[in-house]
């Protein structure tokens, strides 16, 4: 079954502090996405990647790095963290073409405090 | 409409009647997809309408694509108490192979019994 897992689901640091989120897809998709999503907001795209080895800059990736490490990992860095970058973060993956793999398959999310 | 704005929007109705969301997105795209969200999930797809058609329906569910005015629609017929959710209109740039998906603020759907 086709699958996304996040980890860790819940995460709490102090500002300043060193965060990495972790995404493994075992759909053999070749595009991975992060987004954050703020209370009453839509879904924001921080960083995507076509490809082990690839990043593209999404929408709002100030404060973030990312590292495609494989086809199946995807990781979201923050070095400095931030009160404002606490938020929801998913992770999703997809693979262009015909069919609904076209869309995005999201993970549950992780919930990040930055206190 | 939910692109383009920077809050969620909510709609609220009663079981068993008609509703439609609609979405306003500013760049080229090949496709629009429509996601529900639950409470504590992540978003799932419902429906995607290429933009090569007009309608597309799923059960009770209906999308249209209007690539001249850039709009697409998502309506729901005869709603039930579990399409309470937030509903997402997202699409991709899709140039050259470059799959940038970007999602709209969303509209908060509240089906009261």
């Known amino acids: 079954e086709a699958a996304v897992t996040q980890s860790p689901r819940n995460k709490v640091t102090v500002t300043g502090g060193n965060v990495t989120l972790s995404c493994r897809q075992t759909n053999s998709h070749n595009y991975m996405y992060w987004y954050r999503q703020d209370t009453g907001h839509g879904l924001r795209l921080i960083h995507y990647s076509y490809g082990a080895g690839n990043l593209q800059i999404g929408d709002v990736p100030d404060g973030y790095k990312a590292t495609r490490t494989t086809q199946e990992d995807f990781f979201l860095l923050l070095e400095l963290a931030s009160p404002s970058q606490t938020s929801l973060y998913f992770c999703?993956?997809?693979?262009?073409?015909?069919?609904?793999?076209?869309?995005?398959?999201f993970g549950e999310g992780t919930r990040l405090s930055v206190l | 409409s939910q692109w383009g704005e920077e809050n969620l929007q909510a709609l609220s109705i009663q079981e068993g009647e008609d509703v439609t969301m609609n979405c306003s997105y500013k760049?080229?795209?090949?496709?629009v997809h429509w996601y529900r969200q639950d409470s504590g999930r992540g978003p799932a797809l419902i429906i995607l309408i290429r933009s090569n058609e007009r309608e597309k329906r799923s059960g009770r569910l209906r999308a249209t694509l209007d690539t001249s005015s850039q709009s697409s629609s998502l309506s729901i017929t005869a709603a039930q108490c579990e399409d309470t959710a937030v509903y997402f209109c997202?699409?991709?740039?899709?140039?050259?192979?470059?799959?940038?998906?970007?999602f709209g603020a969303g509209t908060k759907l509240t089906i009261k019994p």
């Open positions: 999703a993956s997809s693979d262009p073409g015909t069919g609904n793999n076209q869309a995005p398959l």
């Open positions: 760049t080229y795209t090949t496709v």
């Open positions: 997202a699409t991709d740039a899709g140039l050259g192979g470059n799959e940038k998906i970007t």
